[in-house]
């Protein structure tokens, strides 16, 4: 996790139904501006393996995708793409870049229009009122633990 520049490691080991396990790894990035989440998400369904190492994800390189964020007074920050992050999206309050395994499904983001994933430089192009950061980040801690 970053947030405002400052990362953070987080590696945490939990039980979830086996609905929700897909078994193998996973990788998944959202980048909401002041805020990225990178993650690797392994899923197993032995007990031997939750006792090993999951492996951390390199530090993204910038890549060729620009999308536009939010912040508290526009929607129209333009923010550069990192690793995988290869689709912007928009929703009522807020733009930017992801993955697209997260494009299929985002948990905890409570939009009230949206999400909508589009491919291409600026594609995210909305004029919206930018939700808060709190229910953003506990949507992008639930995204590693459902995952």
């Known amino acids: 996790v970053q947030v405002m520049g400052i990362s953070s490691l987080h590696v945490d080991k939990v039980?979830?139904?086996t609905s929700k396990c897909i078994v193998g790894t996973a990788n998944y990035s959202i980048h909401l501006g002041?805020?990225?989440v990178v993650a690797a998400v392994e899923c197993s369904l032995t007990v031997s393996r939750l006792l090993g190492f999951?492996?951390?994800p390199a530090e993204p390189k910038n890549n060729s995708l620009q999308c536009?964020?939010?912040d508290s007074f526009t929607c129209r920050n333009k923010m550069q793409c990192v690793g995988m992050e290869d689709r912007c999206f928009n929703g009522t309050g807020e733009s930017s870049c992801?993955?697209?395994l997260d494009s299929m499904i985002i948990p905890g983001f409570n939009f009230t229009d949206g999400p909508t994933c589009c491919e291409g430089?600026?594609?995210n192009s909305v004029s919206t009122t930018?939700?808060?950061v709190f229910p953003l980040l506990l949507g992008l801690i639930s995204l590693?633990?459902?995952y």
């Open 54 to 56: 999951i492996l951390v």
């Open 121 to 123: 430089n600026f594609c």
């Open 15 to 17: 039980c979830v139904s």
């Open 34 to 36: 002041s805020m990225r």
């Open 130 to 132: 930018r939700l808060s």
């Open 144 to 146: 590693i633990f459902i």
């Open 98 to 100: 992801f993955s697209e």
């Open 68 to 70: 536009y964020s939010c």
